[in-house]
């Protein structure tokens, strides 16, 4: 386990407390640990789940269009050749 010590501000302070006094947490250092898993379950590329990788396959497998330029694909969309 690693230490460290931080400086915390006064409402990052009350924030922690609530967090240990709501889940029964012993100490701080415990509230920090949950504070951090959920912030990387919510924020930190996520596994995807399956029926999300399903749904890219069938991306993968659609119908692209390749254009050499963007003038040559406002053509193409402005004469519905797509």
């Known amino acids: 386990m690693v230490q460290a010590m ?3 501000d006064e ?3 009350r924030v922690l407390n609530i967090v240990k006094a709501k889940f029964g947490l012993p100490d701080k250092s ?3 640990i949950l504070v951090t898993k959920q912030y990387e379950k919510e924020f930190l ?3 995807l789940r399956p ?3 399903l749904k890219l396959e069938k991306i993968k ?6 254009f050499s330029s963007i ?6 969309v402005e004469n519905e050749k797509l």
């Open 11 to 13: 409402h990052t302070n």
């Open 61 to 66: 497998k659609g119908k692209y269009h390749k």
């Open 51 to 53: 029926e999300f990788l």
């Open 6 to 8: 931080i400086n915390i």
């Open 45 to 47: 590329e996520p596994v």
């Open 30 to 32: 415990q509230a920090i």
């Open 71 to 76: 003038a040559e694909a406002r053509k193409a």
